[in-house]
């Protein structure tokens, strides 16, 4: 029988290269990379959806969404990649509150490692303003940050308590975190297979 896959959650605060080095990660290795923030703006232009005007106000005002959603999105995303053989999950962005943490390990399953992507305010600002995603005002950048360091700190907390949580320096170049990140994760016992030697085309 296949182990159980890994859930590792990547967090930091916005603007930190949580999706970058996701993504990246996913192009490299058999890994799925899953994005809640991404599913969430997907759905705030889907016609009709009953959830569209919740999810814009919380994304224009940095809010974290009720767990339920939240986590069905993402369960159901796990599920869609579930079925290839994945045997790691890169969870972006979540949890970000506590309750979204306990009712995932309810529904889903533990958290086996949370990856935190640490940088100064000033970078983070720096690379939001220049990224200029339709949320990345001052005012939306500000009010995300303060509920990262107000609510996720939280969630960092439950997990540091673990022995779970491990760091790594985000303000370096792309490359050079993605290195780290990846030295980190085998210490901590996360063994990613290429994709090129599992015969895999790259991921586009
Ligand atoms: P997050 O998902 O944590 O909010 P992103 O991955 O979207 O962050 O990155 C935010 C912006 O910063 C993007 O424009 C991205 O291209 C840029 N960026 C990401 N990582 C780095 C890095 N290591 N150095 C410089 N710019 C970066
Ligand atoms: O991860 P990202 O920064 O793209 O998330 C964008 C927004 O989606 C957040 O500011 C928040 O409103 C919502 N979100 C959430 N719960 C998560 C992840 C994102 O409510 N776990
Ligand atoms: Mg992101």
């Known amino acids: 029988m296949q182990p159980e896959p890994k859930k590792i959650s990547v967090l930091g605060p916005p603007g930190s290269g949580k999706g970058t080095q996701c993504s990246l990660l996913q192009k490299r290795f058999f890994c799925a990379h899953l994005s809640v923030g991404d599913l969430l703006r997907a759905e705030v232009v889907k016609p009709g959806s009953p959830y569209a005007e919740l999810i814009r106000e919380n994304i224009k005002e940095g809010r974290i969404g009720p767990k339920e959603l939240t986590v069905r999105f993402m369960k159901q995303a796990m599920d869609g990649v579930a079925k290839e053989g994945v045997q790691s999950f890169f969870l972006d962005g979540f949890p ?3 309750d979204q943490a306990e009712y ?15 940088c100064p305010s000033a970078v983070l600002l720096e690379r939001l303003l220049s990224r200029r995603r339709a949320d990345d005002d001052t005012g939306t950048i500000q009010k995300r940050i303060d509920t990262f360091n107000k609510t996720t700190a939280q969630v960092l907390e439950k997990y540091e308590a673990m022995g779970k949580v491990v760091r790594v320096d985000g303000n370096h170049d792309v490359e050079k975190v993605a290195a780290d990140i990846q030295y980190v994760l085998r210490q901590a016992g996360v063994e ?3 994709r090129a030697g599992l015969g895999l085309k790259a991921e586009a």
């Open 96 to 98: 970000r509150r506590l």
């Open 192 to 194: 990613l297979q290429t």
């Open 104 to 118: 995932f390990e309810e529904k889903v399953g533990p958290v086996s490692l949370v990856l935190v992507l640490e």
